[in-house]
């Protein structure tokens, strides 16, 4: 079946660092979804990106869709306290097949 | 509005018991997930349902656990008999027609003794 899994696993930064975590599937994805899950909480969606090669951003978070639609990025510029959760990809239509997460622990 | 409701938000049982986990799905939406989250295992499809019908049950882990949907507003996830190793956190999540945008409940914590 599907795999998606993400790295790194666990990343700790220092506030004001950048912080990237990279997707990949095993698999072509129809589309990727990012979405954040706070220490206790539930994920939630952040961003969808259809298209091969398509990049989005919001505020400090960039979104990246690669060329071939099987990896994908998310890089945070100037990390924050707030920023401090997992990161999860998930890839594809209704049977959405959620990455292993990436951890993020910001430093103050 | 209410977003995905999901009751009780903690449950402790002791190995054999019966669980049911239930599930209130944002109105309108039409498909609705059932999540299993572990540290070992990440985060799990168990099975979801568009339109009421489940669709894809090939997460479920084995013949204890049972989902149903009996009206575009509910849903259960049943165990029975639970073990330790059921002890997570089970989410639901419900999203639009035509979306994929998933939109996740608090889960339930549930420990099983």
């Known amino acids: 079946g599907q795999q998606v899994m993400q790295i790194p696993q666990y990343q700790h930064v220092q506030e004001g660092e950048d912080f990237t975590t990279y997707c990949n599937s095993s698999t072509t994805l129809s589309n990727i979804q990012w979405y954040k899950q706070r220490p206790g909480g539930h994920p939630v969606f952040l961003i969808q990106?259809?298209?091969?090669?398509e990049v989005k951003k919001q505020k400090r978070l960039t979104f990246q869709f690669g060329e071939a639609k099987k990896n994908s990025s998310l890089h945070i510029t100037a990390t924050q306290t707030t920023d401090v959760g997992t990161y999860f990809c998930?890839?594809?239509?209704?049977?959405?097949?959620f990455g292993t997460g990436t951890k993020l622990q910001v430093i103050p | 509005d209410a977003g995905v409701i999901q009751s009780p938000r903690h449950e402790v049982t002791e190995m054999g018991q019966e669980v049911t986990l239930r599930c209130k799905p944002i109105s309108g939406h039409n498909s609705l997930f059932w999540y299993r989250q572990t540290m070992m295992r990440g985060l799990e499809l168990l099975i979801y349902?568009?339109?009421?019908?489940?669709?894809?049950d090939s997460g479920m882990p084995e013949d204890r656990f049972s989902a149903k949907m009996p009206n575009a507003s509910f849903s259960t996830l049943k165990i029975q008999p639970s073990e330790p190793r059921d002890s997570a956190v089970y989410f639901c999540?419900?999203?639009?027609?035509?979306?994929?945008?998933?939109?996740f409940g608090p889960g339930t914590r549930l420990t099983v003794l």
């Open positions: 990106l259809v298209k091969s090669g």
């Open positions: 349902f568009n339109n009421n019908v489940p669709i894809d």
């Open positions: 998930a890839g594809g239509y209704q049977k959405v097949t």
């Open positions: 999540a419900s999203s639009g027609t035509g979306g994929d945008t998933q939109y």
